[in-house]
């Protein structure tokens, strides 16, 4: 509900240039994604909306890990919110933008629970099929002309890590050089 009240309320119809233009319906996706891997999936897919002038990204993704890579055949849900902390114009088609963000996942397969199964001791672990991710990339967009389908691609490369992972790793010294952070290439296509 959160996210289709800021979609609504976002300014969407107003470019950098505050002219108004017609994107169509709020709900219309400016984009499609794909993703490989980045703690949401081997591969994920989905829909994004651009927001805030076009500063900050809100996609609806689906994520896929087949059991020979994960020891379990893994579905993900995932809400994730990108910020352009900048966009530098290299030239008239390409920007290049560094970006933060979060996702929020949802994995309803048979390794994660909301209820702590009754093998465990009462409050020894908490749910855990939901989980949070922090990111940090770097995003190379290019305009295509008008005879083309899509108006840009954009390539993207992140850094990220799960948030449990950083706090745990924060308060737990001795366990600072394991390895939390996963790193995830994808493709936006925007409309």
Not at 23 to 51: E, H, R, T
């Amino acid at each position: 509900m959160l996210l289709l009240i800021c979609l609504g309320a976002s300014g969407r119809g107003f470019n950098e240039g505050e002219k108004i233009i017609d994107k169509g319906v709020w709900y219309k996706p400016d984009l499609v994604k794909l993703q490989y891997a980045g703690n949401i999936g081997f591969m994920s897919v989905g829909v994004g909306f651009n927001w805030w002038r076009d500063i900050a990204e809100t996609d609806i993704m689906y994520g896929y890990v087949p059991e020979n890579n994960g020891d379990a055949t893994i579905h993900t849900f995932t809400v994730k919110n990108t910020f352009n902390v900048y966009n530098l114009n290299v030239s008239r088609i390409v920007t290049l933008s560094p970006v933060l963000g979060f996702s929020v996942s949802f994995e309803p397969g048979q390794n994660s629970f909301i209820r702590l199964p009754e093998k465990y001791p009462k409050k020894y672990y908490g749910p855990n099929c939901f989980y949070a991710c922090l990111n940090l990339g770097l995003k190379a967009r290019f305009k295509l002309r008008e005879e083309y389908r899509f108006s840009a691609i954009e390539l993207y490369s992140e850094l990220n890590t799960l948030a449990d992972y950083s706090f745990y790793n924060i308060i737990a010294r001795e366990d600072r050089e394991s390895i939390i952070y996963s790193l995830a290439f994808g493709v936006n296509m925007f409309f």
